[in-house]
T-cell receptor
């Protein structure tokens, strides 16, 4: 079985641009969460989606948005990129977060803003 | 609000020596506790978790952790480490009533020396 897949693995953007990151959960998983991991720090929660509805939002500006599609894949969008948005963006999927089933993480997308 | 403090940013040990990585948490409610490992350029892998029941939790790769409610700690231990254990280790908490939003510590870099 494929694990959580994220694309792209790396990308470089310029300040002010927009970026879209993609995540495909493990087959059968209905929840996707997004985390931002700045170099040298622990991951910080951005969003959680379950059954295509937003179930949680972290302390991030409105420039960050996300959505979940009918096939449970997800996109994270970031507008008006800042240098401080440079980070590893991690996606995690789980079967049912309300039952605290294990969250499985993808390998992440390394975003560099220049 | 919940928070996690990992008391050591770096822990160097010799191969086959025991190791303890310390984690303290702060929460006004009961919590679920987790340890994740992150190898270079990879996502996070769950080592073990405490949801309820026995306070001594055994995980993968020979790791174990003990939940101490009075000291609000969840320290990770391994009796004998290997070179392959070199990685970043993250302690995390979540609210059982929430939807699996993980709050991570800053991480501890475990370096195994031959």
């Amino acid at each position: 079985d494929a694990g959580v897949t994220q694309s792209p693995t790396h990308l470089i953007k310029t300040r002010g641009q927009h970026v879209t990151l993609r995540c495909s959960p493990i087959s059968g998983h209905k929840s996707v969460s997004w985390y931002q991991q700045v170099l040298g720090q622990g991951p910080q929660f951005i969003f959680q989606y379950y059954e295509k509805e937003e179930r949680g939002r972290g302390n991030f500006p409105d420039r960050f948005s996300a959505r979940q599609f009918p096939n449970y894949s997800s996109e994270l969008n970031v507008n008006a990129l800042l240098l401080g948005d440079s980070a590893l963006y991690l996606c995690a999927s789980s079967f049912n977060p309300l039952m605290n089933t294990e969250a499985f993480f993808g390998q992440g997308t390394r975003l560099t803003v220049v | 609000a919940q928070s996690v403090t990992q008391l050591d940013s770096q822990v160097p040990v010799f191969e086959e020596a025991p190791v303890e990585l310390r984690c303290n948490y702060s929460s006004s409610v009961s919590v679920y506790l987790f340890w994740y490992v992150q190898y270079p350029n990879q996502g996070l892998q769950l080592l073990l978790k405490y949801l309820s029941g026995s306070t001594l939790v055994k995980g993968i790769n020979g790791f174990e952790a003990e939940f101490n409610k009075s000291q609000t700690s969840f320290h990770l231990r391994k009796p004998s480490v290997h070179i392959s254990d070199t990685a970043e280790y993250f302690c995390a908490v979540s609210d059982p009533q929430g939807a699996q939003k993980l709050v991570f510590g800053q991480g501890t870099r475990l370096t195994i020396n031959p």
